[in-house]
Each structure stands twice: as C-alpha cells, then as structure tokens.
C-alpha cells in the first residue's frame, strides 16, 4: 500500500529547500522498497516550520519540521512514514500544532491540506459549493448575502463589499468586470501570495461569485510580478477551472458567463491604489486617478468595476457555501469575520494567523509569535504595511479591530505585523518611511511628491542636530500638509508612521543617526 507524503510547493517552502527534500524523498524511499504517493500541497503558513512534511496515517496526518534534505534519511529510519513521534523534528497530529490548533479558519480552512491544482481535492473540501449556491440565485439575492455577512475590504480602506457590489449591480453597462487586486506590496504581508499558491480555486470561485452578482462577464487578476509562482498556479488552475465548466460562457450549464484572466504589473507599490492599477491595466502609466467617478460607476475602460482585494473575494465562498450569518458570527462590532494576520519581522514563529476580530497585539505576538527572533525586548510593531503606524506597548492591548485602530490613530490594513526589538531607532524608521513614499509616489500630486522628498530632508537635518527643535515643527506641518493634501492614501498615509514615531519614541529623534541603543 502507498503511503501519501506531503511536501509544499509554496514560494517559502520552496525557498527552503521543498523541492530537494520531495525528491531525496522519493529516490531514499524507493531505495528502501517502500511506496509513497507524493503530494504537493500547499503551505500551512507555519514558516518557522517550513520546510513542514506530513505523513498521512490512520489516525490522521503527522508533521515533521523544519526540515532540511540533510535530515530525510533519518527521519525515514526513525519511522516517519508510519507517524513515528521519536525522531526530534517530529511534531505529532499537524491539526494539534498550538501556532494551528488556536487559530479560526475560515478562508485558509484548506490551505496546507489540499493539493493546490486538483479540482478534486478543492471539491472534498467544500470547493465550488458556494458557485454552485450563487448560481441557484438572483444577483440581488447574492449582493444581499454579502452585505449581511458584515464583509469589508481585507485591502486596507475596509469599505463594505456588498455595497461597492450593489453600486455597481445598479448601474447599467453593456460590460462590467470584476478586477481583484493582487498587487500585495505591503511589507510584511504574504496572505494574498498564500491564497494563489495553496488555494487558486478559493480566489476563482469568490471572483466568479462576484460576476453572478453584478453581471460581469469578465474578470482580471493583477498580480504583481515577484510572485511567478502564483502565475504559473493561477494561469494552470484557470485553465482547468474552464475544463470543468467553472469558467467560460456556460457556468456549469446555467447558461451564464465568467472569464478569467492574469494580468502583471510592474511591481510599482502606487498600484495597488484601485484607480492606479486600473489604469495600469488598461495599459498606461500608473497615475492616480481623480475620484469621482467612482470605479464601481466608471472603473475599468470606463464601465463600472468591482475592485476588491484577494483577501476579500477569498471570503466569499464561505458567506455563499454556509450563509452570511455564519460568518457574522465570527468578529466584533463593525469588523466581523476573521482576519488574516501576518507575524514578520523580528519574531521567533512568523507565519499566517487567521483569527476573529478582537484578539489583541500582545496576544499574537508574544502567544503565537514567540516574542523576538533575537530574543530581546519587543521595542515596536508596524501594523497595516509601510504607511501603518508604529505601536508601542501601551498600545499592544487594543483589540484588533478597524474602529478601535483608527480611534487610536493606526490602521489594520491587509494584516501585516512587523515587528522590533529594543535596537530598533524609530527615527531612522520614519525616514524610511518618507523615502518609500519619495521613491514609490507616482508624482501626480505635489503633498506627495514633493512632501516625501522634503520630508527625508528635513529628517536627516533633526538627526543631525541642525537646528533639531524647528525642524521637528516642520516636520510636524508637513505631515499634516500631506496627510490633508495627497490626492491618495500614499502621500495621506505617509505621516502615520512617521507622526507614531514622533509621539511615540519621541527620543530616538534626539540622538545622533546610527546611534548605539544596545
């Protein structure tokens, strides 16, 4: 009898050393007369465990990790195709793993579990029930699904769905398309990668759902170009999705379309702004583009578009399969469902948390992370991406919520969570921040154009004490010149982390540059 061996086939894992291990695996086994079945699954979003191998067994599948190509013959001689527990890498029943075991899963119920391009797989665990529930009702009848399920963008902005969904249901076009932005360029952040590498179909069925809901015909994927390996998964499992009747002029004989598409960007982080990237895709420089109109009125090539993060129409076969209540159910207050946390940085267990609305900082990163990989104090943590706010530790208890961050001055954005030791200088992290948006600005609008690029100017003149008192008040103004200015998020929310580190470690700016906090 074959024993089915799992390796992922992420970016991480195989960064890592995945595809060595798969192979010493096969090649060591065969040279003992024992069967295998290799599968290439996704990750779990474990990383501090990758490179993760799982044996399935009769009482379950059994992990092993972090493991290196050094480590297989040992673990095959310890009895790791029958679960045996004695080998040191030997982590038990995956399911049990704490960093796993306390997490909700809703949108990452399957990743790590299923082989990331079998329909097959997809379909024994719950894939396409969603498709087929929307394809049974009305498009208003679907909008008003997601908009109970208390969905909001995953993307940063966390505008309803539903709503951005209803605008564009109610208004008339010969073509309406559904655009997802996968331009995930925030530091810290690899849910969206996760989702297309262990999980495409999730992303084609929620697009597709979204589709049946407006009445677009015509779908694009704006993927980012540093994640080739999302290409190659996403453009074979639309392929197959179409074989099946899950894409194309005929939705599974209903009689209704969806096309789907990839398309890549250049990688500039100015597109994941909606307007940009839409104008990316039409084939222009990614400007910023006056609103309004609204690009649910007047979005792609002129005609109403849903643009909605991976994250967010990830979520939407779960609302469709079990009903908006059972989503609801999950979060708190105006932020319901999970979120999808993403622990980097300095910390000792980075990876994929997916939890309910209302846990706290201190709880993911000192529970789940493991505090710092260096093993000193937690100094900070930028929450929400480069633009976030840095949060010190009297900050560290606010539940992760969207109104509950933006009443104190942060934001959640797409769930990344960077964190700093004590050797962290917080000047030197909000001149950073003004150089990203200086070298990341499309330039169309001055605050940010021009404000970013005297922003690390004056920066640099406080930490070298050139007149350090009035140039912090200029620093002060011109924050707020841009956060009141910027035509977009990306000269409005420069000043977030650069104002947090003023309030916040109002010290580090007193020093000298490059100065010993150890």
Not at 73 to 101: F, K, M, N, R, W
Not at 299 to 309: D, E, K, M, S, Y
Not at 408 to 413: E, M, R, S, T, Y
Request: charged share 20%.
């Amino acid at each position: 009898m074959s024993i089915r061996v799992f390796v992922p086939r992420d970016t991480t894992a195989l960064a890592l050393g995945a595809d060595v291990i798969a192979n010493r695996l096969v090649r060591e086994a065969s040279a003992r007369g024992q069967s295998i079945t290799l599968v290439r699954n996704g990750s779990r979003g474990l990383f501090w465990l990758e490179p993760l191998v799982e044996v399935e067994t009769p009482t379950g599948r059994f992990a092993y990790g972090p493991v290196s190509p050094d480590d297989v013959s040992a673990l095959l001689d310890s009895g790791l195709l029958e679960g045996s527990v004695s080998h040191p890498l030997a982590l038990g029943p995956t399911e049990e793993i704490e960093y796993l075991a306390r997490q909700q899963r809703l949108t990452f119920a399957r990743i790590g579990i299923t082989d990331p391009l079998s329909i097959e797989d997809y379909r024994a665990h719950t894939g396409f029930c969603g498709l087929e529930a929307a394809l049974q009702r009305e498009p208003q009848d679907i909008v008003e699904e997601v908009k109970a399920s208390g969905l909001r963008g995953r993307g940063g902005a966390a505008f309803p769905t539903g709503i951005k969904w209803q605008t564009v249901l109610d208004t008339p076009a010969d073509q309406k398309y559904i655009v997802c932005n996968a331009d995930e360029g925030d530091s810290g952040t690899f849910a969206d990668r996760l989702v297309m590498e262990c999980d495409p179909y999730m992303l084609i069925e929620g697009m597709a759902i979204a589709g049946l809901a407006v009445k677009a015909t015509q779908g694009y994927i704006y993927l980012r170009s540093e994640y080739p390996l999302a290409k190659e998964i996403l453009d074979e499992a639309i392929a197959r999705a179409e074989q099946a009747g899950y894409l194309g002029d005929n939705l599974r004989g209903s009689g209704r379309a969806f096309h789907l598409e990839v398309r890549l960007g250049a990688g500039a982080y100015i597109c994941g702004e909606e307007t940009s990237l839409l104008e990316s895709l039409e084939g222009k420089r990614g400007l910023v583009r006056f609103k309004p109109p609204l690009p649910a009125i007047e979005g792609l090539f002129g005609r109403p578009t849903v643009v909605n993060n991976v994250l967010s129409l990830a979520a939407v076969p779960f609302i469709l399969a079990e009903g908006a209540e059972a989503y609801a159910s999950h979060g708190m207050g105006r932020s319901r469902g999970t979120l999808a946390l993403q622990l980097a940085g300095n910390v000792k267990r980075g990876g994929l948390v997916e939890l309910a609305f209302g846990t706290t900082l201190r709880i993911l990163m000192e529970e789940f992370g493991g505090g710092t990989l260096s093993g000193r104090p937690l100094r900070a943590v930028q929450v929400g991406g480069p633009l976030g706010a840095y949060l010190p530790e009297s900050q560290w208890d606010l539940p992760l919520d969207y109104e509950a961050f933006a009443a104190d001055q942060a934001v959640l954005g797409h769930g990344g969570v960077v964190m700093f030791d004590e050797s962290v200088d917080m000047a030197e992290q909000a001149r950073f921040s003004m150089e990203f948006c200086k070298v990341e600005s499309c330039g169309k609008c001055t605050p940010c154009r021009i404000g970013s690029t005297r922003g690390v100017e004056v920066i640099d003149r406080i930490r070298a004490n050139h007149n350090r008192e009035a140039n912090l008040a200029l620093l002060h103004d011109l924050c707020e010149t841009m956060v009141d200015g910027s035509l977009c998020a990306m000269g409005g929310m420069t000043p977030f982390p650069v104002q947090s580190a003023l309030t916040h470690f109002p010290d580090d700016f007193q020093r000298a540059a490059n100065g010993d906090r150890s």
